[in-house]
């Protein structure tokens, strides 16, 4: 069975820093993308930033600049660094991963429990 654990959520001050963490636990066979999305209340859930199991990455214009994603294949482990936040980053982040766990079966998206982030003063 395959887990998505998130971490390092929190209040921060406008202009403070943060980093979230998720681990990939479990039977895992092969990794693809890795990435964060958000979702504020009332709102949709959108795209933060996502990368390849090469490193290639994609970050919301919204956010660029300000976070960067990375990931550790060893450990089948992605970070968002986010700096500089802002009220309007407010947000449950979400971890997202497509990985197979078989070779039985193709890979397929997982979703971690989401984790708070509350900017303000």
């Known amino acids: 069975q395959v887990q998505l654990v998130e971490s390092g959520g929190g209040l921060v001050q406008p202009g403070g820093s943060l980093r979230l963490s998720c681990a990939a636990s479990?039977?895992?066979?092969?990794?693809?993308?890795m990435g964060w999305y958000r979702q504020a209340p009332g709102n949709v859930r959108e795209l933060v930033a996502v990368i390849s199991s090469g490193g290639r990455t994609n970050t919301a214009a919204s956010v660029k600049g300000r976070f960067t994603i990375s990931r550790d294949n060893a450990k089948n482990t992605v970070y968002l660094q986010m700096n500089s936040l802002k009220p309007e980053d407010t947000a449950v982040y979400y971890c997202?991963?497509?990985?197979?766990?078989?070779?039985?079966?193709?890979?397929?998206?997982?979703w971690g429990q989401g984790t708070q982030v509350t900017v303000s003063s």
């Open positions: 479990g039977r895992i066979l092969s990794t693809n993308d």
């Open positions: 997202n991963a497509n990985l197979r766990y078989s070779a039985a079966y193709s890979a397929r998206d997982y």
